[in-house]
Nanobody, 127 residues
Framework: QVRMVESGGGRVQAGGSLRLSCVVS????????MGWFRQAPVNEREFVAA????????EYADSVKGRFAISRDDVKTTLYLQMNNLKPEDTAVYYC????????????????????WGQGTQVAVSS
């Protein structure tokens, strides 16, 4: 079983930065694609960023391109999301997720295909 625990959320003013971390434990391997998603009240869970198993390919939602950066450290079994120039519309609960893959090159952007999820961390951005 894979366990994922997020941290790093909080309350910041618009223009500020936060770095989310997601520690992964259990049966994992480098072929797992990983991603960040977020969900605001009354909204569906939406894609934010994803990274492949090797860590050399990333995808971002248009709304966060140029502001957010996803990375992974497989030695520390930790996934990161650096969030800069935060905006009020970034306010949401942020979730990390992992997807077992046949190839470490694969990258996944749909929340429906992910196998494992963290419990979420709240990010609140005030104007």
């Amino acid at each position: 079983q894979v366990r994922m625990v997020e941290s790093g959320g909080g309350r910041v003013q618009a223009g500020g930065s936060l770095r989310l971390s997601c520690v992964v434990s259990g049966r994992t391997c480098s072929s797992y694609g990983m991603g960040w998603f977020r969900q605001a009240p009354v909204n569906e869970r939406e894609f934010v960023a994803a990274i492949n198993g090797i860590g050399d390919a990333t995808e971002y939602a248009d709304s966060v391109k140029g502001r957010f950066a996803i990375s992974r450290d497989d030695v520390k079994t930790t996934l990161y999301l650096q969030m800069n120039n935060l905006k009020p519309e970034d306010t949401a609960v942020y979730y990390c997720a992992a997807k077992s893959a046949l190839s470490a090159n694969m990258i996944f952007t749909s929340p429906k295909v992910y196998d494992y999820w963290g419990q979420g961390t709240q990010v609140a951005v005030s104007s």
